[in-house]
T-cell receptor
Framework: DTEVTQTPKHLVMGMTNKKSLKCEQH?????MYWYKQKAKKPPELMFV???????INESVPSRFSPECPNSSLLNLHLHALQPEDSALYLC??????????FGPGTRLLVL | GENVEQHPSTLSVQEGDSAVIKCTYS??????FPWYKQELGKRPQLIID?????GEKKDQRIAVTLNKTAKHFSLHITETQPEDSAVYFC????????????FGRGTSLIVHP
């Protein structure tokens, strides 16, 4: 199984809402990533988890809060987002090789 | 840190023509160069990659070449088909020991039937 899954596929939220994005992989990968992608732009790295510990935070605002409950799951908790946070949020994982496998993404709209 | 430049930003070709997308990188320690294809509304998918100990790699209609001295690498697609239309991103692995790719800005390839 070389698949990364993400839920939900689409999310609309107001600026006062709290929501969570979920990512799951069953490839035994120990590195997991959150990216933000705007239309026709490259993915922008947000967070990296390695062996369930946060190893990189690319100066992401605290309204985004990552969590790695176990080696297969990665969450991104959202609170008090701004309209400019509307984007495609991609999860990715990597095993012992360099290849990153991306999930299908969650398309987020903040109203 | 690593910087990856990608050109052109848009490439329009007729079906059956070849397409070439070029990238340059700045960090001479970068040693892994993947290419991703992203169709509209879908995830980036790895289509081919090359490591710095290899100068060229081919997979059917897709090939990648790497010039370490000049810090250039290129994607070549032959006999293009309409389903090749997508945004293509090159990337370079940022530094030795790090598995964080730095992406180019993307090339929107349009293949006209």
């Amino acid at each position: 199984d070389t698949e990364v899954t993400q839920t939900p596929k689409h999310l609309v939220m107001g600026m006062t809402n709290k929501k969570s994005l979920k990512c799951e992989q069953h490839m035994g990968h120990r590195a997991m990533y959150w990216y933000k992608q705007k239309a026709k732009k490259p993915p922008e790295l947000m967070f990296v988890y390695s062996y369930e510990k946060l190893s990189i935070n690319e100066s992401v605002p605290s309204r985004f809060s990552p969590e790695c409950p176990n080696s297969s799951l990665l969450n991104l908790h959202l609170h008090a987002l701004q309209p400019e946070d509307s984007a495609l949020y991609l999860c990715a994982s990597r095993g012992t090789e360099e290849t990153q496998y991306f999930g299908p993404g969650t398309r987020l709209l903040v109203l | 840190g690593e910087n990856v430049e990608q050109h052109p930003s848009t490439l329009s070709v007729q079906e059956g023509d070849s397409a070439v997308i070029k990238c340059t990188y700045s960090d001479s320690a970068s040693n892994y160069f993947p290419w991703y294809k992203q169709e509209l509304g879908k995830r980036p998918q790895l289509i081919i990659d090359i490591r710095s100990n290899v100068g060229e790699k081919k997979d059917q209609r897709i090939a990648v070449t790497l010039n370490k001295t000049a810090k250039h690498f290129s994607l070549h697609i032959t006999e293009t088909q309409p389903e090749d239309s997508a945004v293509y991103f090159c990337a370079a692995r940022r530094a030795r020991g790090s598995y964080i790719p730095t992406f180019g800005r993307g090339t929107s390839l349009i293949v006209h039937p």
